[in-house]
């Protein structure tokens, strides 16, 4: 730690960072271990397998597994920044994290988060082009399309880690060392600042705010002529998949927007951080499990694929 003076006063400016994580004796830490473990596994499971059928099935290289494929990666991605290092500290007797490192892991982390958000309203739009305007999708949505509008979501989900994480550590830190989270997130960070964070509060409630109500505007407008249009289908067939298939996306959307509302974009977001903290788990860890479940378990082509799979490495 630094120490500057400045009169009669002096202030003290931490280097490091302790990750307090969740109270509780060894037993509660050893369960929590047990519980974040076995999430993260099947998180690493649901979406490795995901990506390896979607690249592996020609009958899946279409835009809307591309766009599937890219959420399981950010999935996969967004809950190692934090997991592995959640597993460690609860064994951990100093829980240390160095300010560069907080500093890295909650860029990732802001990054990779706002990029699915970007995502999962192209995949709105994706869906929207393929049901309400069939004829002109394919050149609506040719390849070199689906990828800028992949990069256009990390430019997006870039731009916002960026501000929030320059923005906050600009602050000085100066009152405590001892985040009181599992991860270094904004909000936890800020209750730390001796500094004005008005500013910052602001900043995060409004971006955050901002990308909730495009990405909500965006699904809700395209599932609102995805509806028409599937009224006025003839073939219950036709009509079942595509209700099938768009239910899955309102699902993982509707789980995703609720909860980044609840941590980051409502009134005393900043002060309920025990709240935080559960809720923390769930969009970090139990949604990126439940997204692959939800998109396999609900699509016949993707059930097809593990099946078609399974047949080709039983006859090897």
Known sequence: MNTGVNGNLSTVYFQDFVLEGFNGGLETQALLFAVFLA?????????????MVITLDAHLHSPMYFFLKNLSFLDLCYSSVIAPNALVNFFSPSKVITFAGCATQLFFFSLLVTTEGFLLGVMAYDRFMAICSPLRYPITMCH????????GTYCGGCLNSVVQTSFTFRL???????I???????????QLACGNTAINELILFGICGLIIVGVTSVVLVSY????????????????HKVFSTCGSHMAAVTLFVGTVFVMYAQPGAIESMEQGKVVSVFYTLVIPMLNPLIYSLRNKDVKEALWRLRQKHTAM
């Open 224 to 239: 609102g002529y995805i509806t028409v249009t599937i009224l006025r289908m003839r073939s219950g067939a036709g009509r």
């Open 144 to 151: 070199s399309a689906c990828t800028r509008l992949v990069l």
């Open 180 to 190: 009181n989270h599992f991860f270094c997130d904004v909000p936890p960070l800020l």
């Open 172 to 178: 000085p830190f100066c009152s405590s060392n001892r």
């Open 39 to 51: 999430l993260y596994m099947v998180t690493m499971l649901g979406n490795l397998t995901m990506i």
